[in-house]
């Protein structure tokens, strides 16, 4: 079985690999305009849609699960609909030691 590649959703610079060393920023979606927000969705869905994997999972908040209707993927999203507090359950729980 081959490892999975893991990427990391980036209010400031998209989608990039979790082996990608990027400087420290502090940006937010949440500091983003509704049309910034769309714009970084679009972006970060073609990444997304250009990955060559088939099968992605997203474990992120649902701010940044936005960008899900501009990706052509099948995403599962085992978080969706849960609180900040269930979401955060969900990830202790499912972690490998």
């Known amino acids: 079985m081959r490892r999975a590649d893991v990427y990391i959703l980036s209010a400031k610079h998209g989608l990039i690999h979790s082996e990608q060393e990027i400087d420290p920023y502090d940006l ?17 869905g073609d990444k997304i849609s250009n990955l060559q994997d088939d099968s992605i999972v997203l474990l992120s908040s649902h701010t ?7 990706c052509n993927k099948t995403i599962a999203d085992p978080l969706r609909g849960l609180s900040t507090v269930k979401r955060l359950k969900w990830l202790k729980d499912h972690m490998v030691p």
């Open 28 to 44: 937010s979606l949440n500091d983003l305009s509704t049309h910034d927000v769309i714009a970084w969705a679009r972006t970060t």
């Open 64 to 70: 940044y699960g936005v960008f899900m209707s501009f």
